[in-house]
């Protein structure tokens, strides 16, 4: 399973962003998956998740703002983030799971300026 996130760079507060996170080696319509995001000195926090059905489920900070969305032709999810804030900076990662293991991509920084 490898899981290739991209999409990330600075961007000013107000401003959109899109990540996409295309996976591998998994049947990707049958997976949900998740954007996760680690700020620095805090842990990891879940941002957004997807089902294979596309359900989703946001966090509290980033409902209204951030749209997470699939596309199960080309493998790929994508979180596309809208009147982004400072506290949105942070290094960005999708992840699912495959057989009762965690795969992570290998994360995509996003820096929004003030």
């Known amino acids: 399973v490898q899981l290739q996130a991209s999409g990330g760079g600075l961007v000013e507060a107000g401003g959109s962003l899109r990540l996409p996170c295309k996976a591998t080696g998994i049947n990707f319509k049958l997976h949900a998956m998740e954007w996760h995001r680690q700020a620095p000195g805090k842990e990891r926090e879940l941002v957004a998740r997807i089902t294979g059905d596309s359900g989703t489920d946001y966090a509290e900070p980033v409902k209204g703002r951030f749209t997470v969305s699939r596309d199960n032709v080309r493998r790929t999810m994508s979180l596309q983030m809208n009147d982004v804030i400072p506290e949105d900076t942070g290094v960005y990662y999708c992840?699912?799971?495959?057989?009762?293991?965690?795969?992570w991509g290998q994360g995509t920084q996003v820096t929004v300026s003030s």
């Open positions: 992840k699912t799971e495959w057989r009762g293991g965690n795969y």
